[in-house]
């Protein structure tokens, strides 16, 4: 603003471009608040250290079990015990099966109590009025929350396969990877091959973790949002593998999970892939906007 504005009160009109230009770094704020916020909880890092210690066990059991020798042959339908055959000849292949073990309950457990206790946490402690004033604004915390659920999707995967990753190499050799297909591709692809299962293991959570969030907007108890969360993971998990309503099974957010085996085929099969990326992004924009609708008319100071 120029001195001639100030003397000529000409400042009005360049109040609002200033606050435009401000709201994302407000946004920003919020998301960093609450982001810091949740990974310092130790409810958060007890579901850390819990998904950290499952990769140890697995590889503890294989170990125990084979004597780091042996290892069954190449191929069967990814899952995981065609990943734990291979971790005594690999032990990168410890990731996948760690990934393959979590991903149908732990992780998305732990998801389901970060996700559903989001805006029902805040509602139940008396906090939730607090952040809604401005400059906060309901759909920059809806934001905030939502993007900070996805992170901790993105960090408990990391922390799964981190910790197999570290575990693996500990225990058991390392070397040039057999795929499923059973073509061998070098040490380093096969990272890059793990890296990218790590990135759609969580992109698999983002449905997830969008349904929690408005779970999360229709209570104002964060216990309740979080069994509830949980409880529908449960019941949809349990209608997934119930073959009388196979017709219904390929819109359950859970039930292209298992796809990332087939990243480790060669050559890569995306189909299943983009069906459960699809999915997610489906289940992200239809509860996402359910909670956006919910928490931008709900009566805050009841």
């Given at each position: 603003?120029?001195?001639?504005?100030v003397q000529g009160g000409a400042a009005a009109p360049v109040e609002p471009?200033?606050?435009?230009?401000?709201?994302?770094?407000?946004t920003l704020g919020i998301f960093r608040s609450e982001l810091v916020t949740t990974l310092r909880r130790w409810r958060t890092?007890?579901?850390l250290g819990v998904l950290a210690a499952v990769p140890v066990l697995i590889g503890i059991a294989v170990k125990i079990e084979t004597g780091g020798e042996g290892g069954g042959p190449p191929g069967g339908d990814g899952e995981g015990p065609a990943f734990i055959a291979q971790i005594t000849n690999n032990g990168l292949f410890l990731v996948f099966a760690a990934l393959a073990a979590t991903l149908p309950v732990?992780?998305?457990?732990?998801?389901?109590?970060v996700a559903g206790d989001a805006i029902a946490g805040e509602a139940s402690a008396g906090t939730l009025r607090y952040l809604l004033v401005a400059p906060a604004g309901r759909t920059r915390l809806l934001l905030a929350k939502y993007a900070t659920a996805l992170v901790f999707c993105l960090v408990a995967t990391l922390v799964v396969a981190a910790s197999a990753l570290a575990?693996?190499?500990l225990l058991f050799p390392l070397g040039d990877v057999t795929t499923i297909s059973g073509t061998t591709i070098p040490f380093t692809e096969g990272l890059v091959r793990a890296g990218l299962v790590a990135g759609v293991v969580a992109a698999s959570l983002a449905g997830f973790a969008a349904l929690g969030l408005f779970v999360s907007t229709l209570t104002g108890s964060g216990i309740a949002a979080m069994a509830a969360t949980v409880g529908l993971l449960i019941t949809v998990q349990i209608l997934d593998t119930i073959p009388q309503l196979d017709e219904i099974?390929?819109?359950?957010?859970?039930?292209?999970w298992l796809s990332f085996s087939d990243l480790l085929r060669e050559p890569v099969f995306w189909d299943e892939?983009?069906?459960n990326l699809g999915l997610q992004a489906v289940y992200v924009a239809v509860f996402g906007s359910a909670a956006w609708a919910r928490l931008t008319t709900k009566d805050i100071t009841a």
């Open positions: 603003m120029s001195r001639a504005d471009v200033a606050t435009e230009r401000g709201r994302p770094l407000r890092l007890a579901l732990f992780l998305p457990m732990s998801v389901g109590v575990v693996g190499a099974h390929p819109y359950l957010f859970p039930h292209y892939v983009q069906k």
